[in-house]
């Protein structure tokens, strides 16, 4: 169906930047929403953000003001701009898509961002 490639996950310390990429391919057409999600050790997955169709975007209040999605629709990807990062970013982030009222069940990998003290 379709297929997301995530990336741009790494090590940094308190106060850095990383930049999070997903690549989109396969039956994209219909995706009305695009979405970044992280997932802690031990912890549940969280929604960070999304970005809907017509470029509106919305994010945790924990990120908001440090975290901005932004797209590229000629290159199918969409970013995770980072900025200030704390420790409690640490976590496996991925990127999803919603085609309906729900969202993609083919999770990829995940990029590992590790944001030290």
């Known amino acids: 169906q379709v297929q997301l490639v995530d990336s741009g996950g790494g090590l940094v310390q308190t106060g850095g930047s990383l930049r999070l990429s997903c690549v989109a391919s396969?039956?994209?057409?219909?995706?009305?929403?695009m979405g970044w999600f992280r997932q802690a050790p031990g912890k549940q997955r969280d929604l960070v953000g999304f970005m809907a169709k017509d470029g509106t975007a919305n994010y945790l209040n924990s990120v908001k003001g440090r975290f901005t999605i932004s797209r590229d629709n000629a290159k199918n990807t969409m970013y995770l701009q980072m900025n200030s990062l704390k420790p409690e970013d640490t976590a496996v982030y991925y990127c999803?898509?919603?085609?309906?009222?729900?969202?993609?069940?083919?999770w990829g990998q995940g990029t590992q961002v590790t944001v030290s003290s």
């Open positions: 396969g039956s994209i057409a219909d995706i009305r929403v």
């Open positions: 999803n898509a919603m085609f309906g009222a729900t969202w993609y069940e083919g």
